[in-house]
Each structure stands twice: as structure tokens, then as C-alpha cells.
């Protein structure tokens, strides 16, 4: 049995890069002269809401490739920075009451690790490039373990300070509909709250949002436009093997926070790539579906 799944694993990983090196190369090509033009360079969008925008956005952004039994490193934040995304995804555990990046649940991990310092270490060389509003959801599979939020929400405060918009500006508790003006040069950090109030200082809380898994089974209706609309791919085969959401109909549906896997090179993220070719926010009076 568990030759039989090696070798399921390796014609995967095999499948998986030929498959992948032929949509990087195109992928490379769309965007080899690209010209990103920041929310900032658009004046007559800028007292829109934030809610608006179609975000390029990306689901486990740390990681390379499948969901488990993949290699954590700072390099695959940096790409997706490169690349455009503006809304990342972040999973925190910890060791020893040390905050690390990784894939799992509260009992193990099924990946490799790294540090959530490194990680913010890489945000900040590579993620204020441009003045656009920076999302970062973070979900903590131990919210309830006093030590670590303390860790959690020093670490973010020493690494982003007033780049962190809760911080900084004066705001209710529901952004969404905030005009993004407000949130230049910001990092928006969402996150699981701790029952101490402790992260509440610097993260909003999820109720800003609506998150949903994805299946093609599900006729999923959008119409709450104060919150944003954020989907990812549910819990099963296509979850654990990356694979990338058909983007169109949930746009259609107005879900602008589609997670798409950036390590999972295909037709879907090059398609995907094609709107954000030179912007990572889209208003819905710029959006025209092919």
C-alpha cells in the first residue's frame, strides 16, 4: 500500500510539472511587459468603496504546490507579490508557542514550516511596491493560546507598525464599504479573533466578510455588497491537489475575493492573470468578461 502511494506521488509531482512548466512559460509571456497601474494612478475610482474592486488574490499563498506534503518558503510570497496579488492567505501555528507559517490543523501539520517573522520579512521587501491596499487573511489554528496571540500581534506591530490600517485610521468595525482611498499604502489584516481581545487591536474581525468554500454544486448568490465576498476551494480532491476555481461565474455572482492557487499553473490562472495583466484592482465599471 504505501509503495503503491509513492509512486501515485511521484507520477503526480511528474504530471504536475510537465503540466505546470508549459502554462509558466505562457504565463510568463502575458506578463513579460506588463505595466501595473496602481489604484493611486486612477483619481476618479478612489472615493469608491473597497467592496468594489475585483482583488487579485491568491489561497495558501506560502506554499508551492499541492495543499499537504508541500515545501514552505519565503520565495512563493514573493512570487505572488511579483506577480500582482494583493490579497494573501496565511495559516499560524506555532512551535513552542513561536508563530510559524504552515498547512494542517491544530494537532499537526502536513507541511513544511517557516517563521511567520521570515514571512513578514518578505511581505515588506516585496508587498509595498505600490500603493495599493495590501489584504492579509490569516487564519490562527490556536487563537485561544494567550502566549501566542501576544507573539502573533507583536510580531505583526514590529514588522508593519503604521502600515497596519487599524492602527491608523479610524474606522468602525465593518471597512468594506470605506472608500479605498483610505487604505493606500496599508496593510488590512482579517483574522481569527481571540477570545482575550488581544489581535482585535490590529485585525478586523472575519463578520467584515463572507467566507465560502466552493463547489460547483452550489448555485453560489452574492448580494450582501457591504462585506466582502471571499471563495475558496472546499474541503476534497480539488482542495488537496491546488487546483484553480473557474473565476468567471463567481465574479458573475459578485464574490471579487477569488483565491486562486499560484502554484497551480494552468488555464484557469492564466485566464485569471489575463484580467490582472497590468492592475490588481479591478472596479466593477472596468470589468469586461470575455
Given at each position: 500500500?504505501?509503495?503503491?502511494?509513492?509512486?501515485?506521488?511521484?507520477?503526480?509531482?511528474?504530471?504536475?510539472?510537465?503540466?505546470?512548466?508549459?502554462?509558466?512559460?505562457?504565463?510568463?509571456?502575458?506578463?513579460?511587459?506588463?505595466?501595473?497601474?496602481?489604484?493611486?494612478?486612477?483619481?476618479?475610482?478612489?472615493?469608491?468603496?473597497?467592496?468594489?474592486?475585483?482583488?487579485?488574490?491568491?489561497?495558501?499563498?506560502?506554499?508551492?504546490?499541492?495543499?499537504?506534503?508541500?515545501?514552505?518558503?519565503?520565495?512563493?510570497?514573493?512570487?505572488?507579490?511579483?506577480?500582482?496579488?494583493?490579497?494573501?492567505?496565511?495559516?499560524?501555528?506555532?512551535?513552542?508557542?513561536?508563530?510559524?507559517?504552515?498547512?494542517?490543523?491544530?494537532?499537526?501539520?502536513?507541511?513544511?514550516?517557516?517563521?511567520?517573522?521570515?514571512?513578514?520579512?518578505?511581505?515588506?521587501?516585496?508587498?509595498?511596491?505600490?500603493?495599493?491596499?495590501?489584504?492579509?487573511?490569516?487564519?490562527?489554528?490556536?487563537?485561544?493560546?494567550?502566549?501566542?496571540?501576544?507573539?502573533?500581534?507583536?510580531?505583526?506591530?514590529?514588522?508593519?507598525?503604521?502600515?497596519?490600517?487599524?492602527?491608523?485610521?479610524?474606522?468602525?468595525?465593518?471597512?468594506?464599504?470605506?472608500?479605498?482611498?483610505?487604505?493606500?499604502?496599508?496593510?488590512?489584516?482579517?483574522?481569527?479573533?481571540?477570545?482575550?481581545?488581544?489581535?482585535?487591536?490590529?485585525?478586523?474581525?472575519?463578520?467584515?466578510?463572507?467566507?465560502?468554500?466552493?463547489?460547483?454544486?452550489?448555485n453560489l448568490i452574492y448580494n450582501n455588497t457591504n462585506k466582502f465576498g471571499k471563495i475558496y476551494y472546499e474541503e476534497g480532491?480539488?482542495?488537496?491537489?491546488?487546483?484553480?476555481?473557474?473565476?468567471?461565474?463567481?465574479?458573475?455572482?459578485?464574490?471579487?475575493?477569488?483565491?486562486?492557487?499560484?502554484?497551480?499553473?494552468?488555464?484557469?490562472?492564466?485566464?485569471?492573470?489575463?484580467?490582472?495583466?497590468?492592475?490588481?484592482?479591478?472596479?466593477?465599471?472596468?470589468?469586461?468578461?470575455?
Open positions: 500500500m504505501i509503495n503503491l502511494l509513492v509512486i501515485l506521488i511521484i507520477i503526480f509531482y511528474t504530471s504536475y510539472t510537465i503540466y505546470s512548466n508549459r502554462y509558466t512559460f505562457l504565463i510568463n509571456n502575458l506578463l513579460k511587459d506588463r505595466n501595473i497601474i496602481s489604484i493611486e494612478q486612477k483619481p476618479h475610482l478612489l472615493e469608491n468603496p473597497i467592496n468594489e474592486f475585483y482583488i487579485n488574490t491568491s489561497h495558501n499563498s506560502y506554499i508551492n504546490s499541492i495543499q499537504h506534503l508541500s515545501i514552505v518558503r519565503k520565495e512563493t510570497i514573493q512570487n505572488i507579490l511579483q506577480l500582482g496579488v494583493r490579497c494573501i492567505e496565511l495559516d499560524i501555528t506555532d512551535i513552542n508557542n513561536i508563530p510559524i507559517i504552515a498547512h494542517g490543523n491544530k494537532k499537526y501539520i502536513t507541511t513544511t514550516y517557516i517563521s511567520l517573522e521570515n514571512i513578514l520579512d518578505t511581505i515588506l521587501e516585496y508587498g509595498f511596491n505600490t500603493s495599493d491596499p495590501l489584504i492579509i487573511f490569516c487564519e490562527i489554528y490556536n487563537p485561544n493560546n494567550l502566549q501566542l496571540v501576544k507573539n502573533i500581534k507583536q510580531i505583526f506591530i514590529n514588522k508593519f507598525n503604521n502600515k497596519i490600517s487599524k492602527l491608523t485610521i479610524n474606522l468602525d468595525e465593518n471597512i468594506t464599504n470605506k472608500p479605498i482611498k483610505l487604505f493606500l499604502n496599508k496593510v488590512i489584516l482579517f483574522g481569527t479573533l481571540d477570545q482575550y481581545n488581544i489581535l482585535s487591536e490590529i485585525f478586523y474581525p472575519q463578520s467584515n466578510f463572507i467566507n465560502r468554500e466552493h463547489s460547483d454544486k452550489l480532491i480539488g482542495s488537496f491537489l491546488s487546483l484553480n476555481i473557474n473565476f468567471i461565474p463567481l465574479w458573475k455572482n459578485n464574490y471579487k475575493l477569488i483565491g486562486m492557487n499560484y502554484q497551480m499553473k494552468d488555464k484557469l490562472l492564466y485566464d485569471y492573470l489575463y484580467y490582472f495583466k497590468n492592475t490588481s484592482f479591478i472596479h466593477e465599471s472596468e470589468l469586461k468578461l470575455n
